[in-house]
């Protein structure tokens, strides 16, 4: 019998948890009594050698059979809505270490990501001299208050369409969404309108075959599968216990994706326990390569501030970065429906043009963004006509669509032409308010949050698992 004990340091409310996750290889045997007399000695014999020859071929068949394909909700997991004060159920960033005892993100690179995403960088003018800028009140800059909302595994980023993948490479990911959660009154929680994304990259370094470019806004990279796809198998492992029932109930993880069906149950902290293991055993702080933020002003519910960051594993540096759908030299985009000039700075999306690793001067891109949609009435047509394109993975991607675009698109249309059926995720989950600009996780609506994702996150995730399905059934 394997054992695994953790002890989960105080939760963000200061409560202890000893935590002790027993997993079992139950080996099955059989023993049979052999007549040694006469002739059924030969003949026992030989049924015993033919039986114990059936049970190891028939071990060895079932071992190297492929796994069953695998589903959206395997591989984008989101979580239920924190409800009450006891978290047990939920995953701390304060609580996550790699192998070696070293937190995946430690209190000072998680302060470096708070003072990133407060600076200047963040701030933005508006053309009548009003600025905003992202503000975290005190309570939600300890890293206690930072839960995982959601884990997204991605073989590859930018996309995996064959176009993308043939400028950008591949780049595998798994990217934990975490928003803050803090206690109010008594047993009640506060869920913030804000979030964090930590990506953790496994790459090999630049590909040998570059794009050629007078000005380069990424190299080409390749992947370093080989420390990838044991993590991807332990997803699949996962997914097979639950199914088998090892982790409580039996639980099919089949449909649309909405809150994961092991983790909106009764046995919610044994999936909890087993993805901690998984990510733990997998990840380590010098694959976090890249970190994104939306914040908003301290005290005000809008407008709501993306951010990109890149982090130097070596220097333990946290930078922001331009974003590549601007000018060029613009980093932070903002979003508003109270007074003119809902989105700023006005995106220069490059995503009806060809995919390219290249620099494209603004006034040469061609593309789409749902500021044109939030600015001035459009037709249903045009709205369809920009709405997919934004959630189509073959066409926009992170270097030539804006935030917005990705985090409004499904409201947009929904508002539009409100009977649309958003494949592959549940109606539950869809976004309908304008309050509501999350992507994956729990996002503000009718006054209170729920568990959001929109269909670019269903599309990206399609991408995904027709990837996987690929390297894992040949």
């Given at each position: 019998?394997?054992?695994?004990?953790?002890?989960?340091?105080?939760?963000?409310?200061?409560?202890?948890?000893?935590?002790?996750?027993?997993?079992?290889?139950?080996?099955?045997?059989?023993?049979?009594?052999?007549?040694?007399?006469?002739?059924?000695?030969?003949?026992?014999?030989?049924?015993?050698?033919?039986?114990?020859?059936?049970?190891?071929?028939?071990?060895?068949?079932?071992?190297?059979?492929?796994?069953?394909?695998?589903?959206?909700?395997?591989?984008?997991?989101?979580?239920?809505?924190?409800?009450?004060?006891?978290?047990?159920?939920?995953?701390?960033?304060?609580?996550?270490?790699?192998?070696?005892?070293?937190?995946?993100?430690?209190?000072?690179?998680?302060?470096?990501?708070?003072?990133?995403?407060?600076?200047?960088?963040?701030?933005?003018?508006?053309?009548?001299?009003?600025?905003?800028?992202?503000?975290?009140?005190?309570?939600?800059?300890?890293?206690?208050?930072?839960?995982?909302?959601?884990?997204?595994?991605?073989?590859?980023?930018?996309?995996?369409?064959?176009?993308?993948?043939?400028?950008?490479?591949?780049?595998?990911?798994?990217?934990?969404?975490?928003?803050?959660?803090?206690?109010?009154?008594?047993?009640?929680?506060?869920?913030?309108?804000?979030?964090?994304?930590?990506?953790?990259?496994?790459?090999?370094?630049?590909?040998?075959?570059?794009?050629?470019?007078?000005?380069?806004?990424?190299?080409?990279?390749?992947?370093?599968?080989?420390?990838?796809?044991?993590?991807?198998?332990?997803?699949?492992?996962?997914?097979?216990?639950?199914?088998?029932?090892?982790?409580?109930?039996?639980?099919?993880?089949?449909?649309?994706?909405?809150?994961?069906?092991?983790?909106?149950?009764?046995?919610?902290?044994?999936?909890?326990?087993?993805?901690?293991?998984?990510?733990?055993?997998?990840?380590?702080?010098?694959?976090?390569?890249?970190?994104?933020?939306?914040?908003?002003?301290?005290?005000?519910?809008?407008?709501?501030?993306?951010?990109?960051?890149?982090?130097?594993?070596?220097?333990?540096?946290?930078?922001?970065?331009?974003?590549?759908?601007?000018?060029?030299?613009?980093?932070?985009?903002?979003?508003?429906?109270?007074?003119?000039?809902?989105?700023?700075?006005?995106?220069?999306?490059?995503?009806?043009?060809?995919?390219?690793?290249?620099?494209?001067?603004?006034?040469?891109?061609?593309?789409?963004?749902?500021?044109?949609?939030?600015?001035?009435?459009?037709?249903?047509?045009?709205?369809?006509?920009?709405?997919?394109?934004?959630?189509?993975?073959?066409?926009?991607?992170?270097?030539?669509?804006?935030?917005?675009?990705?985090?409004?698109?499904?409201?947009l249309l929904l508002k539009k032409v409100p009977d649309t059926v958003i494949p592959g995720v549940d109606v539950s989950v869809l976004p309908r308010s304008r309050w509501n600009v999350r992507n994956f996780g729990w996002g503000f609506e009718g006054g209170t949050f729920k568990p959001t994702i929109t269909r670019r996150t269903a599309t990206e995730?399609?991408?995904?698992?027709?990837?996987?399905?690929?390297?894992?059934?040949?």
């Amino acid at each position: 019998m394997g054992r695994y004990r953790k002890l989960i340091r105080a939760s963000a409310f200061g409560t202890a948890v000893l935590r002790e996750i027993h997993w079992k290889t139950l080996l099955g045997g059989s023993i049979m009594k052999v007549d040694r007399r006469h002739a059924f000695r030969r003949i026992t014999m030989g049924m015993v050698t033919v039986l114990a020859l059936a049970l190891f071929m028939g071990t060895q068949a079932t071992s190297a059979q492929a796994p069953s394909p695998i589903n959206a909700n395997d591989v984008s997991i989101l979580f239920p809505l924190p409800n009450s004060s006891d978290m047990s159920g939920f995953i701390s960033l304060a609580d996550l270490t790699d192998s070696n005892g070293q937190r995946l993100l430690s209190d000072q690179a998680f302060g470096k990501f708070i003072s990133a995403a407060e600076s200047d960088d963040s701030k933005i003018v508006d053309s009548l001299g009003g600025a905003n800028q992202i503000a975290f009140p005190p309570e939600i800059k300890d890293v206690n208050t930072w839960f995982v909302a959601g884990i997204r595994l991605d073989l590859g980023a930018p996309g995996l369409a064959p176009d993308v993948m043939a400028k950008f490479g591949q780049i595998p990911q798994l990217r934990l969404i975490l928003q803050p959660v803090t206690r109010t009154s008594g047993t009640a929680v506060r869920v913030h309108d804000r979030a964090a994304h930590i990506i953790f990259s496994f790459a090999s370094g630049p590909s040998a075959q570059q794009e050629t470019c007078p000005v380069r806004v990424v190299p080409r990279i390749d992947a370093d599968m080989t420390a990838f796809r044991p993590l991807l198998d332990d997803f699949v492992s996962l997914r097979d216990d639950l199914t088998a029932g090892k982790l409580g109930s039996p639980v099919e993880t089949g449909g649309p994706l909405n809150v994961h069906p092991g983790l909106s149950g009764p046995d919610q902290q044994h999936m909890r326990d087993r993805l901690e293991v998984i990510l733990e055993k997998h990840l380590k702080a010098s694959q976090v390569t890249a970190l994104a933020v939306m914040g908003i002003p301290k005290a005000s519910p809008e407008p709501w501030i993306f951010l990109a960051m890149r982090r130097n594993p070596a220097s333990d540096t946290v930078q922001t970065v331009p974003s590549p759908a601007f000018d060029g030299q613009a980093k932070a985009q903002l979003l508003k429906f109270v007074g003119p000039e809902q989105v700023l700075p006005e995106p220069k999306s490059d995503n009806q043009s060809e995919i390219t690793t290249c620099f494209r001067m603004p006034n040469t891109r061609v593309g789409v963004s749902t500021a044109e949609l939030l600015r001035q009435e459009s037709s249903k047509e045009r709205n369809i006509e920009v709405t997919e394109i934004i959630a189509d993975p073959a066409r926009s991607h992170f270097f030539n669509t804006d935030c917005v675009s990705c985090h409004t698109e499904t409201r947009l249309l929904l508002k539009k032409v409100p009977d649309t059926v958003i494949p592959g995720v549940d109606v539950s989950v869809l976004p309908r308010s304008r309050w509501n600009v999350r992507n994956f996780g729990w996002g503000f609506e009718g006054g209170t949050f729920k568990p959001t994702i929109t269909r670019r996150t269903a599309t990206e995730t399609d991408e995904v698992v027709k990837a996987a399905n690929q390297l894992l059934i040949p």
